[in-house]
């Protein structure tokens, strides 16, 4: 049997034993799941993301993600920073993965809105300049697997 912090909520587990919890601390929410990847999961399906949908207060996130080749991360900053400026509701990060002789970087471009619709319009714009600004630097661009 297992022990619970004081004031925590046990969360269901629908396809094991494993204890999971949910403990409010000020105004953060606290969850911790255990380690086996099918019970966290399943865990995490059935109780933590409705949760955090009622958390969200009907905010939906939108993230998709393009890798670009030909072109160094330290040349992409300020476009990237320029990109994010003419799309202020639009996060984009980078992560290098290539070699400084074969420039290689996967880009995801993330946001919140209130609708899909919104969300997807945003991450589009940020997309089209993002792909032109790369092409420009004579890299290309694909979208990530």
């Known amino acids: 049997m297992a022990k619970l912090p004081e004031g ?3 969360l269901r587990n629908p ?3 494993a204890p999971a919890v949910s403990i409010k601390h000020e105004n953060v929410t606290i969850i911790a799941l255990p380690g086996v990847p099918s019970e966290m999961k399943s865990i995490f399906d059935d109780s933590v993301a409705p949760l955090m949908r009622q958390a969200a207060h009907g905010v939906i996130f939108f993230e998709t993600s393009i890798t670009s080749k030909n072109v ?5 900053a300020p476009l990237i920073d ?4 003419n799309n202020p509701h639009v996060y984009i ?3 290098p993965k290539g070699t400084e002789r074969v ?3 996967e880009f995801h471009l993330s ?5 899909t619709i919104t969300a997807r319009t945003r991450v589009s714009k940020a997309l089209i300049q993002l ?5 420009v630097k004579g890299g290309t661009v694909k979208p990530a697997k």
């Not at 160094?72 to 992409?76: Q, Y």
């Not at 792909?131 to 092409?135: A, G, K, M, P, S």
Request: hydrophobic share 30%; proline share 6%.
């Open 8 to 10: 925590a909520t046990p």
């Open 15 to 17: 396809s094991g034993t």
């Open 72 to 76: 160094m991360e330290s040349e992409m």
């Open 82 to 85: 320029n990109v994010m400026q």
């Open 93 to 95: 990060k980078s992560h």
């Open 103 to 105: 420039p290689y970087i």
């Open 111 to 115: 946001t919140t809105a209130k609708d």
């Open 131 to 135: 792909t032109e600004l790369i092409q």
